[in-house]
């Protein structure tokens, strides 16, 4: 690679943003520190008994305590991706070009197979344990629907969830044609009832506290195999991001008509969503409601984004809404939007060897209480350490192959 291509990539990755949906740059930035605050939470979990970890989420103030909602910043990403992806096919059609199937699965796979089968291989170095069934699931992305299969990438099971996305993404676009949105909104409906199909099925999933399973108290399988992993039960937010697409491409003079309301309605679903689930709440009062909040919090936290993003996107921002936007499209959040992806990748090892410094062990039994200064500490550590090595990876490897990819 020519010197001046690697300064031309360094420089890309640290400077402000100039594309149409800068503010994007914001929402991907924020949802990876996310997903790293959280997983610095569950480090403790490594660390600490189960009785002593429950305490420690437990006892969590309220602000902090918000952290155990956290991981729905994955939701975050999947409405993003169906958005920024569905504009791009949808505007090629717009202007009369067929969508071209080679060159979109092209794309796709040059921007995700190099990164990815650099983490499978550190990864199963570490994990794999001459399973080849788990490996071979692992690396055609299929691990996530088959709960007997090992996950040998922490993040992996969401990767598998968009590389189905995108398996399907131009085939819908291409045959629904001018009935795109009531075939969206089929789909969309048809995956929300499944949810709450699924969790209604069996009685330990709605009579039971999610923070039971967080917790360690009740084996956490049982929820992440019928309700965290499965595609069936996270689609919904891909198809709010293409729907999302869909009205910015065809019906974007009302969406600026309405663009205080879309906003003002994507905080409160946003900030309701937040809410679920309660950390200090163990026992189940209403299974019912516990039941609903389980199928749909996550929705409404997805159908949140999806609102907020298009009132910001919108050329004509005013008042507190053009404040988020300058906010979202600040130079700051670039580095982290444009590296997302191995951000997304390799974050657990970096916050692992943040723990091993922080807490200056690697035995785990020497370990007896994890302070909360700690985690805070472990999460600067090791989002710094996954930056600086994410950096690397963007410009040699990444952005390389995303060039062969285009060309």
């Known amino acids: 690679m020519a010197f001046w291509q690697i300064k031309s990539d360094f420089s890309q990755a ?59 910043a994955v939701d975050g990403f999947f409405v993003i991706s169906g958005f920024l992806l569905a504009t791009s096919l949808l505007k090629a059609q717009q202007k009369g070009h067929p969508i071209d199937f080679w060159r979109f699965y092209r794309k796709r796979l040059f921007r995700i197979l190099p990164l990815f089968l650099i983490a499978l291989v550190l990864y199963a170095a570490a994990a794999w344990k001459g399973d080849v069934y788990s490996l071979l699931l692992n690396l055609f992305f299929m691990e996530n629907n088959f709960p007997d299969a090992t996950k040998l990438i922490p993040v992996g099971w969401s990767l598998a969830i968009e590389m189905q996305f995108y398996l399907v ?89 309405h663009q205080a309301k879309l906003f003002h309605i994507g905080w409160i679903l946003v900030a309701l969503s937040m809410l679920f689930p309660d950390h200090k709440q163990i026992e189940v009062l209403y299974p019912t409601l516990n039941g609903l909040g389980l199928a749909y919090h996550r929705s409404l936290f997805a159908l949140g984004i999806t609102l907020l993003m298009l009132a910001i996107l919108l050329p004509k921002v005013q008042g507190i809404k053009l404040g988020v936007k300058r906010f979202l499209s600040a130079r700051f959040w670039r580095s982290w939007s444009e590296m997302v992806f191995p951000l997304y990748l390799f974050h657990f090892p970096m916050l692992a060897i943040a723990a091993v410094v922080v807490f200056g062990t690697t035995d785990v039994n020497a370990i007896n209480e994890v302070h909360y200064w700690q985690i805070g500490l472990i999460f600067l550590l090791g989002s710094t350490l996954t930056w600086l090595f994410s950096l690397l990876l963007h410009v040699f490897i990444e952005k390389p192959f995303h060039r062969h990819g285009r060309a």
């Open 14 to 72: 640290l400077s402000a943003s100039d594309h149409e949906h800068s503010a994007i740059d914001g929402l991907r930035a924020i949802a990876i520190l996310m997903v790293m605050a959280f997983h610095s939470l569950y480090i403790a979990h490594v660390v600490l008994s189960k009785q002593a970890f429950s305490e420690l989420v437990i006892n969590l103030p309220w602000g902090l305590g918000l952290i155990v909602s956290f991981d729905k």
């Open 169 to 257: 993404l131009p085939i819908i676009l291409a045959l629904s044609g001018r009935f795109l949105a009531p075939v969206l909104l089929s789909i969309l409906t048809f995956a929300l009832a499944i949810k709450l199909g699924v969790i209604f099925s069996d009685t330990r999933l709605y009579q039971e506290s999610i923070m039971a399973y967080l917790t360690q108290q009740i084996d956490p399988a049982i929820i992440l195999d019928q309700i965290y992993y499965p595609t069936w039960m996270r689609f919904d937010p891909l198809i709010m991001g293409v729907l999302a697409a869909y009205f910015w491409v065809n019906h974007q003079a009302w969406l600026q008509q």
